[in-house]
């Protein structure tokens, strides 16, 4: 399930081919109507939608009443038109989620999703226009209650193809007349309620049929996840797988481990609990007595473990911060000893500096003082003499005239 551009198609055909079923395309039973509606970029309404998902039931219920293995990939994107596949299964409890019929949410952004699309349509490969995907992703809803398995849609076609049966190994419905080896002695063919899954690993696959369930025929029983069942689940998928050359990077798979199996483990634990409780029950008192007393040994080395952890860890913290205040006190007196050289470098600088111009304002004083002083000087020498000429030359031409005046005044009397 998942919106348009997904990879219902691609990853459907290719599960088909791995598990060696027949895969269905939702799409090839739309009505004409439906097609031109979304051709012309209008999004199919629950009238539209309702008479096509009721004909799939149909071909559905078909294959599982005959005992066939079916991938059908179909939107699926609101809770009831998944209730409507759902009850394919004659056996169905409407809100149970119980079902034959599981689904498996192709996750992936628009971004991808968009660029996909466009891709298809420009290549005139696909009536679907790019322009409904955003009326896709507002209506596509899920329930966290309906346990729909998420992949992400942006991996390669065969890691998807992987993880999912990986997963389905685990968690779907099976029944032990189905169980059959195949020729080929590294692959063991598990027909889980109709859906063939090829696993790669026969050792796990052999440990799952030993695994203490009790399986019948008539009686269909989900598999609990014991603890093994997580870890052996968290290694595998981090283990590069050596049947492929297409492998995620390893962090990428470690983070995919974690996230897959983390919260699993409470339930796991749970599960495994109960197994053992179970077992100790139905054996013998000393059975009873050898669980006790290995219980009570664990518990104890466990907690022991656990208060050794605890001093350990506030020893552990308790020197960091010591060791912090420690760094602290010393940064602190190394920072003031260098503000301490910093300052008095800061102060001598500034004393030579003043030192230095006050003597060149100073000499300059002086200088400017002494050079004026000369120039006054020379200057009052040179106006004195000149003013002296001037006065000179005034007092000889004066005495002349008033000598040719008196010699002239002589001159008449003697007449
Ligand atoms: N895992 C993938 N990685 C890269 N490209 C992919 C992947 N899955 C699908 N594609 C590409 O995306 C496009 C859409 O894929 P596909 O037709 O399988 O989607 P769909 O969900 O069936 O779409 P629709 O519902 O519109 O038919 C195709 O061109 C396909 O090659
Ligand atoms: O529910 C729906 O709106 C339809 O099923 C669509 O999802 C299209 O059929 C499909 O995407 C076309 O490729």
């Known amino acids: 399930m998942g919106v348009s551009g997904a990879g219902k198609s691609t ?36 009238e539209d939608r309702i008479p096509w998902l009721e004909t799939l039931r149909g071909v559905l219920k078909d294959k599982l009443d005959n005992g066939k293995t079916v991938i059908l990939g179909c939107s699926s994107l609101q809770k009831h ?56 992703l507002e209506s596509l809803h899920i329930d966290e209650g309906e346990g729909i398995f998420k992949v992400d849609a942006t991996l390669s076609p ?61 009686q269909r029983i989900r598999k609990e996840e014991t603890l093994y069942d997580v870890l052996h689940r968290s290694v595998s998928m981090i283990l590069p797988d ?40 139905r054996g013998s008192p000393l059975r009873a007595l050898l669980v006790i007393s290995i219980g009570s040994v664990a ?12 001093i350990f860890l506030v020893a552990t913290v308790n020197a960091i911060i010591v060791s912090l205040l420690i760094s602290l006190a010393a940064a602190g007196g190394f920072l003031f000893f260098s503000l301490a050289c910093v300052t008095a470098i800061y102060i001598g600088a500034m004393s030579i500096a003043a030192f230095v111009i006050s ?30 000429v001037g006065f000179a030359k005034q007092s000889l031409s004066k005495t002349g005239s008033v000598l040719s005046a008196y010699s002239s005044a002589q001159h008449a009397r003697i007449d």
Not at 109 to 131: I, Y
Not at 203 to 211: F, H, L, P
Not at 242 to 268: D, F, W, Y
């Open 242 to 281: 050596a049947s492929s050359t297409e492998s995620a990077p390893l962090l990428q798979r470690i983070k995919i481990s974690v996230s897959e199996n983390g919260p699993r483990l409470g339930e796991a634990s749970r599960n495994t609990g109960q197994t053992l409780l179970r077992w100790t029950r």
């Open 11 to 46: 990853i459907g055909d290719t599960l088909a081919k791995v598990l060696n079923c027949s895969f269905l395309d939702a799409d090839a039973f739309h009505p004409l109507s439906n097609k031109e509606k979304m051709s012309q970029g209008i999004p199919l309404s629950d």
């Open 299 to 310: 518990f104890l080395a466990l907690t022991g473990l656990l208060i050794f952890m605890l």
């Open 359 to 388: 003597i060149a304002t100073i000499s300059a004083i002086f200088a400017a003082m002494i050079a004026a002083g000369w120039v006054g000087f020379f200057w009052a020498i040179w106006l004195g003499t000149r003013k002296s």
């Open 158 to 218: 065969l890691i998807i193809t992987r993880r999912i049966i990986r997963h389905w190994r685990f968690f779907l419905w099976y029944s032990e007349n189905q169980i059959q080896a195949t020729n080929n002695p590294n692959s063991i063919l598990f027909s889980f309620v109709n859906l063939q899954l090829e696993v790669n690993n026969s050792k796990s696959a052999m440990a799952d049929q030993t695994n203490g369930v009790t399986l019948n025929e008539n």
């Open 81 to 136: 038109y998944r209730e409507i596949l759902r009850s394919a299964d004659a056996d169905y409890v409407h809100g149970s989620y119980a079902s034959r019929v599981q689904f498996v949410l192709l996750d992936a952004k628009a971004d991808v999703l968009a660029a996909r699309l466009e891709k298809r349509a420009a290549e005139g490969k696909h009536f679907m226009p790019a322009t409904l995907l955003q009326s896709q």
